[in-house]
């Protein structure tokens, strides 16, 4: 685990050109795969753009809510889910944290 309690959230630079695309944190506190999750980045037609997703705003789907704990982070993960087969396509020229 890596201690990330230093940074306020993920920051990426992004294109969402089709499909859904999340951000999920992994920790070693929740074992049931319900690891917080920031809300869909939200399509468009432009090229790359900068979003800034604020851990204070990453939440669990569908377990209890327990707080984030940036101290004991395994994994940050890109995902690309839906309820129906669809396509997805982005383009992501960073990831970091601010």
């Known amino acids: 685990p890596r201690d990330l309690s230093s940074y306020e959230g993920i920051r990426l630079i992004v294109h969402v050109a089709q499909g859904s695309l999340s951000v999920q944190v992994s920790t070693t506190v929740v074992t049931n795969f319900d690891y917080h999750t920031s809300a ?3 399509r468009d037609s432009e090229d790359l753009k900068e979003v800034r997703i604020p851990f204070a705003e990453m939440k669990q789907m569908w377990s209890a809510q327990t707080a984030l704990d940036l101290s004991e982070v395994t994994s940050i993960n890109l995902v690309s889910a839906g309820m129906a087969p669809g396509d997805f396509a982005y383009t ?4 970091g944290f601010y």
Do not use: L, T, V
Request: proline share 14%; charged share 30%; glycine share 0%.
């Open 92 to 95: 992501i020229d960073e990831i």
């Open 40 to 42: 869909p980045i939200a």
